[in-house]
């Protein structure tokens, strides 16, 4: 009678111990789903935004290619500079805060041409006067001689540095423009309408030129 007994307590505490294991398991199963399930739907709007963000990324740059080739194709079409230069030009220009206006200065100064020297002097892209203002682009670091103004990116950054001189000393672009140019009034006057052109070609396919433009 007592090894009956015996018997049926270990089986009692084998069925508890089984039932015990069955609900452990159960309950990692349960918990294993919901949190596979979780992660499902933790994914979905992520994966959802993904493609958005990257349609919204490649709308933005072909919108800035489609204004660059705009710009550089009025460049070419007003300029007789290989397309190669205008490029570098168009690199160059917008690094600064302004590269339409930039743009416009090289165009007027200029034509594009990096190697150009006017009868007055003045040198390269945007008619930097070295007899003006070598020494002090030297002493800021920006040129160490003459020959670095017939180079786009040692000009630019000079006649950048000369326009914003004379920009602080007027506040008022047409007056620092006419400075730039020995104060010839009607220089503001021609930059501006090329920097209007050249907006013109970057926010549209109409791409003006210069013989469309009346002094």
Known sequence: MQQVKISENVNLKGKRRSFVLYLLLGLIAVAGFAFSYWLTVSAGPKEAVRPALAVSSSININKEEASQQAVLQWMKENSSMPERVLAKIYRVAMESVNADLILAICLVESNFNPHVESGRGAVGLMGIMPGVWLEELQAHGIVKEKED?????????????????????????????????????????????????????????QRPSLAAVHY
Not at 181 to 194: C, E, F, H
């Open 149 to 205: 103004l017939f180079t786009i990116s040692k000009n630019i950054d000079a006649g950048v540095y000369v326009l914003e001189n004379y920009l602080g000393k007027t506040d008022n672009l047409k007056a620092a423009l006419s400075r730039y140019a020995g104060g010839d009034p009607s220089y503001a006057i021609r930059v501006l309408q090329m920097q209007r052109k050249i907006s013109l070609a970057r926010r549209s396919e």
